[in-house]
């Protein structure tokens, strides 16, 4: 071989064991903190109250990372159980009430007292309907903000809209928010981030305070107001009118219509099962009182209104043939005009529809959303299937049995008791008390539906009667405002 020339060092012992540059940089942290030691001890600090005042450090950073919103967001997914209900693989993606009801204890120690109250109404189905929920959210907010107290070092722009953040991760263990309820939050959060820094914390509070009355006052009492001027002009007398459950709006509709107006009209009421939210309207608009022709007061329902009361299942055609136009309440208009309602809204629109039944839906901006849905599968509530079986109190429906039904119970129970008599003080058992134990039953109890929007005629709103195309149009107009 030729010589190039080059010479080659000989490789020395030291230079093989190169350290890496993670080992460098664990080297250096190490002669740093021993250099801290050292310097603590020339100051007295022993060792034992040095480790004492790390372990303090990384509790206080611990307790402070903590309370975040994030880290309380992982403590929450981390707290969801596995539960034994069965819920069916095309709607496992949803929540049950099971799993979110153990998340609640995670946050409960940072939650305010009005807080946890009002979850626990949510759950219970005491405060029901989108526009319930969203005024007694507010009204306890308001309660929040004014015991708040802002920390040390700390700006109330910064920590109050976290403060919040907490309050409402509490609320979504009793149920879902709604999209009224998520469009008021964002508004809140936006208020609260506009407030002057220089403003003292008793300011801003007013402030704020008087923000949400505001709101309230136009986008829910004031909205309902013009609606229900609105659609009382499709109210005549003589007319006979459906609606199915209960819708505050509604309620006030037919309440303008009778004692304001005076007319005389046929009020259809469907209802179903599990909350049976059609006997609160039935019972609102019978302790609604007026003037009789003798002096006397007496129920709007006795003078002006005449009600029928129909359960969803025994719905019939021959009703539908007397109707001449359908009410809907909404829990939700979506971006491309579909009616997201309680369940069953959409078959009774579907029915009035092949029957050339004009159907109008109620409902305010506030309750508008950007969201784009095809199905109530992607997106909808789970409530406990349990609630489909055992009805209690004021949920439970009418007892009593018509003549034929008694005679052929009494007949079958006849022909089975040759074998085995049973006592008649006996209480029945419902079939499907123990449907847990059979592999192949699932009980499914979605809160909400879609409707398409060629099933809907109108959609009136507090800027007028538009169709279901024109949601978009009223988003811009809400998102400006």
Not at 273 to 293: A, H, I, M, N
Request: with cysteine; proline share 4%.
């Amino acid at each position: 071989m030729a010589d190039t020339g080059v010479q080659t060092k000989p490789v020395e012992p030291e230079e093989e064991k190169k350290l890496s540059n993670k080992e460098l940089k664990e080297l250096k942290k190490k002669e740093k903190a021993a250099k801290r030691a050292a310097q603590k001890e020339k100051n007295g600090i022993t060792v034992e109250q040095q480790r004492q005042l790390a372990d303090e450090k990384k509790k206080q950073s611990q307790s402070a990372t903590s309370n975040t919103a994030s880290n309380l967001k992982k403590q929450l997914n981390q707290a969801l159980i596995k539960t034994d209900k069965k819920v069916p693989h095309l709607f496992g993606h949803l929540e049950t009430r099971e799993q979110r009801n153990a998340s609640s204890p995670a946050i409960s120690h940072i939650v305010h007292p009005a807080i946890i109250a009002l979850t626990l109404k949510y759950s219970s189905y005491t405060i029901v309907g989108s526009s319930a929920r969203l005024v007694n959210m507010l009204r306890v907010f308001q309660q929040v903000i004014v015991d708040y107290k802002t920390p040390e070092n700390t700006a109330l722009t910064r920590h109050l809209t976290g403060h919040l953040s907490h309050q409402i991760e509490f609320l979504k263990s009793g149920r879902p928010l709604s999209v009224s309820m998520g469009n008021a939050i964002r508004w809140l959060k936006q208020e609260i981030s506009h407030v002057s820094i220089d403003a003292s914390e008793s300011q801003a509070k007013e402030l704020l305070f008087q923000k949400i009355d505001d709101f309230l006052r136009e986008k829910v009492e004031l909205s309902d107001q013009l609606i229900v001027q609105s659609a009382a002009k499709h109210v005549t007398n003589g007319t006979t009118i459906l609606t199915y459950g209960h819708s505050q709006v509604l309620e006030d509709l037919f309440k303008f219509c009778a004692v304001e107006q005076g007319k005389k009209f046929t009020l259809v009421i469907v209802d179903s099962r599990p909350l049976f939210e059609g006997k609160t309207l039935l019972r609102q608009l019978s302790r609604t009182k007026c003037v009789s022709d003798s002096g006397e007061e007496v129920p709007i329902t006795q003078k002006y209104i005449s009600v029928h009361y129909v359960l969803l299942n025994a719905l019939s055609s021959s009703l539908l043939d007397d109707v001449d136009c359908v009410f809907l309440g909404a829990h939700a208009m979506l971006s491309n005009g579909r009616l997201f309602s309680r369940v069953g809204t959409a078959m009774i629109a579907m029915m009035s529809h092949t029957r050339n039944i004009p159907v109008l839906t109620c409902c305010e901006s506030i309750k508008f959303s950007d969201k784009v849905q095809l199905d109530s599968v992607t997106s909808n509530e789970l409530a406990d299937p349990d609630d489909l079986i055992n009805t209690e109190n004021s949920r439970r429906p009418p007892q009593k049995k018509t003549f034929a039904l008694e005679q052929f119970l009494k007949q079958a129970r006849a022909e089975n008791s040759k074998e085995k008599k049973e006592s008649a003080d006996e209480k029945e058992e419902s079939p499907l008390q123990n449907w847990k134990s059979l592999p192949t039953l699932n009980i499914l109890n979605i809160m909400y539906d879609l409707t398409p929007p060629e099933y809907i005629n109108k959609v009136i709103t507090e800027l007028g009667a538009l169709p279901p195309s024109s949601v978009p149009v009223i988003l811009r107009e809400y998102k400006s405002t």
